[in-house]
């Protein structure tokens, strides 16, 4: 079956843009979850949707990042006024009990 | 809050064990999980303990928890280039409504 996608698999921006990012998680799936990866660097969770639940927002490092989520289906990760500091892999994730699937990621590069 | 560390680099020779290890804070941990993260690839999920197991074996790999000092740690056995990747310790806490968290990754590298 269908594994979770992302799009785009590349984005280059530039320093100042807005940018959005999408996840299709599995179908069925309740809980879908956002990661930032740093070059090198370990996951670092970003936010959390749990079906009709409020979103765990906790890991957002500022106001300029802010996710949405259509019931239990597509979600969409926007980046506002992009910094170079933003530049990732951005990951997202969705699960129906205890075991995660990860998407292939979306590589964004700020110039 | 939760935190999850791990060393951040192995190095072992091809055929041997690898041990890494995860230590977390969250006592309220009810699954443990080992993710391997090749080059360029995305995350696969290798195998998890539930908090309620001490140990939990898988054809080369071997999960041994330890609750009491909240340490998690991740043997493969006969240890092959093929294994030289990025190894992930994540928790989640609570119930399967719990976000997971991830430690900082441990790269493995394996000599010939």
């Known amino acids: 079956g269908a594994g979770v996608s992302q799009s785009p698999s590349n984005k280059v921006t530039e320093k100042g843009k807005d940018v959005e990012l999408r996840c299709d998680p599995i179908?069925?799936?309740?809980?879908l979850y956002w990661y930032r990866q740093r070059l090198g660097q370990g996951l670092e969770f970003l936010i959390y949707?749990?079906?009709?639940?409020?979103?765990?927002k906790s890991g957002l490092p500022s106001d300029r990042f802010s996710a949405e989520r259509t019931g239990e289906s597509v979600s969409t990760l926007t980046i506002q006024r992009t910094q170079q500091e933003d530049s990732a892999v951005y990951l997202c994730?969705?699960?129906?009990?205890?075991?995660?699937?990860f998407g292939p990621g979306t590589r964004l590069t700020v110039t | 809050g939760e935190d999850v560390e791990q060393s951040l680099f192995l190095s072992v020779r091809e055929g041997d064990s690898s041990v890494i290890n995860c230590t977390y804070t969250?006592?309220?941990?009810?699954?443990l999980y080992w993710y391997k993260q090749e080059p360029g690839a995305g995350l696969q999920l290798l195998t998890y303990i539930f908090s309620n197991m001490d140990m939990k074996q898988d054809q080369r790999l071997t999960v041994l928890l330890n609750k009491k000092d909240k340490h998690l740690s991740l043997r493969i056995a006969d240890t092959q280039t093929g294994d030289s990747a990025i190894y992930f310790c994540a928790e989640k806490a609570g119930t399967s409504y719990d976000k997971v968290i991830f430690g900082p990754g441990t790269s493995l590298s394996v000599i010939p």
């Open positions: 969250d006592s309220s941990s009810t699954y």
């Open positions: 949707f749990q079906g009709n639940s409020a979103p765990d």
């Open positions: 179908s069925g799936h309740t809980a």
């Open positions: 994730a969705s699960s129906l009990d205890y075991e995660q699937y």
